[in-house]
T-cell receptor, first 112, second 112 residues
Framework: AQSVTQLGSHVSVSEGALVLLRCNYS??????LFWYVQYPNQGLQLLLKYTSAATLVKGINGFEAEFKKSETSFHLTKPSAHMSDAAEYFCAVISAGNQFYFGTGTSLTVIP | SQTIHQWPATLVQPVGSPLSLECTVE??????LYWYRQAAGRGLQLLFYSVGIGQISSEVPQNLSASRPQDRQFILSSKKLLLSDSGFYLC???????????FGDGTRLSIL
């Protein structure tokens, strides 16, 4: 069965610092991977998706993620954190059977 | 473009009362539809999904039910709410295939 693991339920960074949110997947076949962002009291918004094309995927709001098959990882990064980046972030994988699996989420705090 | 509408945004209900949350999608046909619940500070729990009219799959046994009376309408119901039904309810849709899910703005349900 496919799954994703998000390491670190809470991450704090200073404004202007690098953001790194970790996601590892378990899959027996090349997966389709996604990152979502959720602001308080809102639904999830798609940040970016990996669909087996380029391994470095650029998303909205300056975020990007790199697919590393050797590490079974799809970590989300942003070079410089902004206060508006404070939110909950979810990694997700979709299986060949079209089943969606979400990680448990990482809460990002940005310290001014 | 496709849009998803979910209402109401907030709801306060007494224990034992009925529930009906509605979700509609515009701009697409035959979408997959999903209901999730998100407890405070926790991840997403898939409650129901539907691949077509009248086709409902339940992921967890519970006090809730779902129906899909029309192609782009998904309803979450309960005959008698429990305190444990409190949470943030999210509706989502996707096209068939290996595509991301798109979420509504959610309903905050509080049971008193």
């Amino acid at each position: 069965a496919q799954s994703v693991t998000q390491l670190g339920s809470h991450v704090s960074v200073s404004e202007g610092a690098l953001v790194l949110l970790r996601c590892n997947y378990s899959s027996s076949v090349p997966p389709y991977l996604f990152w979502y962002v959720q602001y308080p009291n809102q639904g999830l918004q798609l940040l970016l998706k990996y669909t087996s094309a380029a391994t470095l995927v650029k998303g909205i709001n300056g975020f990007e993620a790199e697919f590393k098959k050797s590490e079974t990882s799809f970590h989300l990064t942003k070079p410089s954190a902004h206060m508006s980046d404070a939110a909950e972030y979810f990694c997700a994988v979709i299986s060949a059977g079209n089943q969606f699996y979400f990680g448990t989420g990482t809460s990002l705090t940005v310290i001014p | 473009s496709q849009t998803i509408h979910q209402w109401p945004a907030t709801l306060v209900q007494p224990v034992g009362s009925p529930l009906s949350l509605e979700c509609t999608v515009e701009g697409t046909s035959n979408p997959n539809l999903y209901w999730y619940r998100q407890a405070a500070g926790r991840g997403l729990q898939l409650l129901f999904y539907s691949v077509g009219i009248g086709q409902i799959s339940s992921e967890v046994p519970q006090n809730l039910s779902a129906s899909r009376p029309q192609d782009r309408q998904f309803i979450l119901s309960s005959k008698k709410l429990l305190l444990s039904d409190s949470g943030f309810y999210l509706c989502a849709w996707s096209v068939q295939g290996l595509e991301p899910q798109h979420f509504g703005d959610g309903t905050r349900l509080s049971i008193l």
